[in-house]
């Protein structure tokens, strides 16, 4: 399941408006991630032809089962990272850049090893 950097952004910021707004719709991603509601709309026609989201007569987005299991992966590797590298002394703002830049370069095998170590020295 190999999507593009950019769709897994889309997917994982559709998922964070989700719990934080209830409902998403093109407009709340353009202003989320500070792009044109033009590009938004050409990315969102992109994941609909895909099967990642369905968007209703209303403009309402919703993540399907495969577009939710990436977004939940990568949100759960976003917020792994980030919140280890918090740990270390970065700052919360520089973490979430540089979580954001690991979650889609990192192998599963990698991911799973680090979250396994994390977990064992959390204890």
Sequence with gaps: MKIHESA????ETILILKKRLGQVRSIDIASEL????????????????????DVSKDGYITLLEKGQEIAERIYERHTLFSDWLITLGV???VAAEDACRIEHVISDETFEAFKAHTAKHQS
């Design 8 to 11: 897994e952004n889309y997917l």
């Design 34 to 53: 500070s792009f044109s509601k033009p590009s938004v709309s050409v990315a969102m026609k992109n994941l609909r032809l895909n099967g990642y989201i």
């Design 91 to 93: 700052s919360p703002e």
